[in-house]
């Protein structure tokens, strides 16, 4: 049985810098793909950022040039670096992998103005 495990949430203000991380445990299946999705109070759950085995990246429009996502495939990771934070951005941001479907517990990352 595959789990996530998420870290590096938190309080930060507004234009600061937070990196996620995400570990999965267990045996994931190859070619997967991992990312993070967020959901903010009253809000529905909404794709940020994903990433292919291969290293392919695809990002939410809300983030592009700010939100960078990265892998270790060796460690079974993935990384959600994230630079020149909003309020908007606050939300608990939780972590998936597609293959199986996995969804880690999820993170709090409250931006403050």
């Known amino acids: 049985q595959v789990q996530l495990v998420e870290s590096g949430g938190g309080l930060v203000q507004a234009g600061g810098s937070l990196r996620l991380s995400c570990a999965a445990s267990?045996?994931?299946?190859?070619?997967?793909?991992m990312g993070w999705h967020r959901q903010a109070p009253g809000q529905q759950r909404e794709m940020v950022a994903r990433i292919t085995s291969r290293g392919s990246t695809d990002y939410a429009d809300s983030v592009k040039g700010r939100f960078t996502i990265s892998r270790d495939n060796a460690k079974n990771a993935v990384y959600l670096q994230m630079n020149s934070l909003k309020p908007g951005d606050t939300g608990v941001y939780y972590c998936?992998?597609?293959?199986?479907?996995?969804w880690g517990q999820g993170t709090q990352v409250t931006v403050s103005s």
């Open positions: 267990g045996r994931p299946f190859s070619n997967n793909i």
């Open positions: 998936y992998l597609n293959s199986p479907l996995t």
